[in-house]
């Protein structure tokens, strides 16, 4: 193991660890892939490029981590579902943004404490919501959909698809929110259940086209995000595997964090 890790204070509450690298000319590097479809805030663009100006506040955050622990991180995209068949082949070490589900952990490891994942190492919470045309009747109490009489669409490989399939809900997937969105307003689907701060970008985005969807409240689920890890990173890095953990935590709650993505809300 290069690194030698040595556990500092608590600050404000949080468990901090200091990395002490040995002096090598360069950085560990590892490679971490994420979804190709934008998830404003968090992730922004489609596709295989990445926006190095503005990638999104989940990029941001491990980038600042990895500049904090001397790691040089690779970040690529990849469709979700083929994100988690080459992390559990090991042939990249983490996938973000991964929401908890137990038939996950045969693709890579979560941040755990006690048998149990740790929110307190989580990169971010978000909401699902649902999305409707104005003036429908669909509508959703908290617990249950009334009125439903088509599918409701979500983004292909997500884990609200598997929530609302276990409600006996008829799902339509689709490769984004916004393909959803055009369903949606075509007449194709009832609803659309979306990660709320996207959709709500998309819809302010192109208010045009999509000026008569709301949003109905309360959210479908509130869930905190992961970053997965590859079994066999965690395997041959154990030690390094929980102190990148523990630096997102940190980060995540630091002013440089903050400052660095008042950007996405300007």
Known sequence: MRAKYIAAGIVC????????????????????????????????????????????????????????????????????????????????????????????????????????????????????????????????????????????GATRGFSIVDDLIKQGIRVEEANSTSQNFERLINGRIDGVAALELDADYIVETYKDKFSNIEKAQPPLVTKPYYLLLSHQFVKMYPELAEEIWNTIAVVRESEEFKQRTQKYFQ
């Open 13 to 152: 509450g949080i468990l901090c660890m200091v990395v002490l690298y040995d002096a090598y000319p360069t950085p560990l590097k590892i490679k971490f892939a994420y979804q190709y479809s934008s998830n404003y805030p968090f992730q922004t663009g489609e596709g295989n490029e990445i926006d190095w100006e503005k990638p999104g506040i989940a990029v941001e955050l491990l980038m600042l981590a990895g500049e904090k622990m001397n790691i040089d991180i690779e970040f690529i995209r990849l469709p979700w579902k083929r994100g988690l068949h080459e992390l559990k082949f090991g042939r990249i070490d983490g996938l973000f943004n991964a929401s908890f589900k137990t038939e996950r952990l045969e693709f890579g490891v979560y941040p755990m404490k006690e048998g149990v994942v740790d929110q307190h190492r989580r990169s971010y919470t978000n909401s699902y919501v649902l999305y409707k045309v104005k003036g429908t009747p669909i509508q959703w109490d908290g617990k249950t959909f009334h009125n439903l009489t088509r599918s409701i």
